[in-house]
């Protein structure tokens, strides 16, 4: 029963892509009630509100905004939304995309936001996808709440019956229909709010704009009876544009120092020991925002984060959505992961064969800078390559179940190509925004992980110049930045001997960490002590056994 449903939805993204050809639409609402967003569902925007709020002539914002989900939101009214958000909003410059991929349900869009979402680093992101368990919805919501820092708006369904349309909100009157009334009542709405998403009920003033106007369900409704028409796509953006357009906002936070994102003022804040600024930074992503007028003799700027180049740190790399599995616009490979340091390279996955009665797919891996690299099977749990560059569940494979829904076989030499790309720069060097009023920024680096990382930035030559601002970002809403204490005075550590142990201690307060190395002759290969650090009336101290390796400790920053 499960493979009929997940295929019907398969069908349901088909006839959807007859609706690419479109006509400019020429629609208009009819005279209805004023919709009235919830108070309550708007303060999981309150970022984004801020953020369009406070956009003037001398204060250009830019927002992205990412459209996420299958067949319902590929449809044009992201357009006609946007439209609206551009007349409203005339200071903000508003950078749109449309990822959704028709006919997936929220089962696979769990794992196709993964190459999707992260990398794309949207602002919000407007969200509506159907699925058959709820456990995919929470997969899916946390794939997209732990890679990015946007606010997340979570479309309601529309009318799609008569029954539907008459429905009652009691779910102890069980009914053919009573699915859709748990999913946009009950079930969805609830655990959109855990995850801090914003529920956009378009579905109660959907049903009411048909009642107003003595409207069949169909009237909004392609002959699927499923997908909007053009009136349908006009309503569909008026409602969510209610969520969206200006308004005073009750106690608004600052969007780039709150709990996701935070910003270091260099003005005011950033203390630069000499020609290097360090600190410890929580989250997944940093960017440098540079000063308005930076000269034109501004450094180039080199950076480390956890003592390594940005090169070799596996978390900033990742993979791009895969081309298209055959026949059909799906990506061929869901998700793609890696178990070691990958390369910057194009792979290329080759079909050897695929079994018609068992749905079996044999293929190879070839990268553009690795070579062969070993076959696999779509039946391996999770296959990984000769170097562990590339590892791939087998269930993310998607050609065999691409034939399935279109019953066309793929060429034998049929091929898929992805690409492993390095989310960070290696260094980088202020310029001047001139003439422009919004921050002109790049970004260091973005991270698969979010943790906490030691940032160390430092010029090629010369002073420090050029950079306006330090800004963090936590999609967890941990953002942190703990810059490194700047002293002023010596600190001598306390040592003596008792039992046959070295006993170290340092005041509590004192902000680094005690290191160790035995090569008495070289000054690298410092490390963190092993030993366990004790902590009694605020003095911290560490005992160390005393055998016949002798080793240098040190204090450090």
């Not at 990822?99 to 929220?106: E, M, N, P």
């Not at 801090?196 to 069949?216: H, M, V």
């Not at 070839?366 to 590892?391: E, P």
């Not at 720069?425 to 925004?433: E, L, W």
Request: aromatic letters at 12%; proline letters at 6%; a neutral charge.
């Amino acid at each position: 029963m499960k493979t009929q449903t997940r295929i019907h939805g398969i069908f349901i993204g088909l006839m959807l892509l007859c609706l690419a050809g479109l006509t400019p639409l020429k629609a208009q609402l009819l005279p209805h009630t004023p919709f009235q967003a919830d108070p309550k569902q708007l303060t999981y925007l309150k970022r984004t509100l801020s953020l369009l709020n406070s956009a003037s002539p001398s204060n250009k914002i830019t927002f992205r905004i990412m459209v996420y989900g299958q067949s319902i939101s590929v449809g044009p009214w992201s357009d006609i939304l946007f439209d609206k958000l551009r007349a409203s909003y005339p200071d903000v410059t508003f950078v749109t995309t449309n990822k959704a991929i028709g006919g997936f349900t929220a089962a696979l869009l769990s794992r196709s936001a993964i190459p999707d979402v992260g990398p794309w680093q949207p602002d919000l992101v407007l969200l509506h996808c159907l699925g058959n368990d709820i456990k995919d919805y929470d997969r899916l919501y946390r794939a997209i709440k732990s890679r990015c820092t946007a606010d997340v708006l979570v479309q309601a369904d529309h009318i799609q019956s008569t029954t539907q349309a008459n429905e009652s909100i009691d779910i102890s009157e069980i009914g053919p229909d009573s699915i859709w009334v748990l999913r946009n009542y009950y079930w969805l709405p609830e655990l959109a709010n855990q995850f801090g998403f914003c529920w956009a009920d378009i579905r109660t003033p959907w049903k009411q704009y048909l009642s107003e106007n003595n409207l069949a369900f169909s009237d909004l409704l392609e002959v699927d009876r499923i997908h909007c028409n053009e009136h349908g796509f006009y309503l569909t953006a008026e409602l969510l544009y209610e969520f969206l357009k200006p308004r005073t906002i009750t106690d608004p936070l600052d969007p780039f120092n709150c709990d996701r994102i935070q910003t270091r003022a260099s003005a005011n804040s950033l203390k630069w020991v000499g020609d290097a600024w360090e600190a410890d930074v929580f989250g997944n992503r940093v960017d440098i925002i540079y000063n308005s007028n930076a000269s034109t003799n501004a450094p180039t700027y080199k950076y480390t984060v956890d003592d390594q180049p940005p090169s070799q740190i596996a978390e900033f790399f990742d993979f791009d959505r895969a081309s298209p599995a055959w026949a059909i616009s799906w990506p061929g490979i869901l998700n793609v992961e890696s178990t070691r340091l990958p390369l910057e390279e194009r792979w290329t996955l080759s079909m050897e064969s695929l079994d018609y009665q068992t749905g079996e797919l044999l293929y190879r891996l070839d990268g553009s800078k690795t070579g062969y690299d070993g076959s696999g099977s779509n039946f391996n749990w999770k296959y990984v390559s000769n170097s562990g560059r590339v590892a791939i569940a087998g269930d993310s494979l998607m050609i065999n179940l691409a034939f399935i829904s279109t019953q066309q076989k793929p060429p034998l030499d049929w091929k898929i190509y992805f690409d492993c790309v390095k989310r960070a720069v290696d260094s980088f060097r202020p310029k001047s925004s001139k003439g422009l009023e919004s921050d002109n920024y790049q970004t260091l680096f973005i991270s698969n992980t979010e943790k906490q990382y030691r940032l160390k930035l430092k010029p090629d030559s010369g002073m420090p110049s050029g950079i306006k601002a330090i800004r963090v970002f936590s999609p967890s809403g941990k953002a942190r930045i703990t810059e490194f204490e700047i002293v002023t005075e010596p600190r001598q550590l306390q040592w003596k001997i008792v039992d046959g142990s070295l006993f170290i201690s340092w005041p509590e307060n004192w902000s680094g960490g005690l290191q160790s190395q035995t090569n008495l002759t070289e000054t690298q290969g410092w490390t963190p002590i092993s030993e366990s650090v004790q902590t009694t009336n605020a003095t911290r101290s560490v005992l160390i056994p005393l055998n016949a390796q002798a080793r240098l400790f040190r204090w450090a920053q």
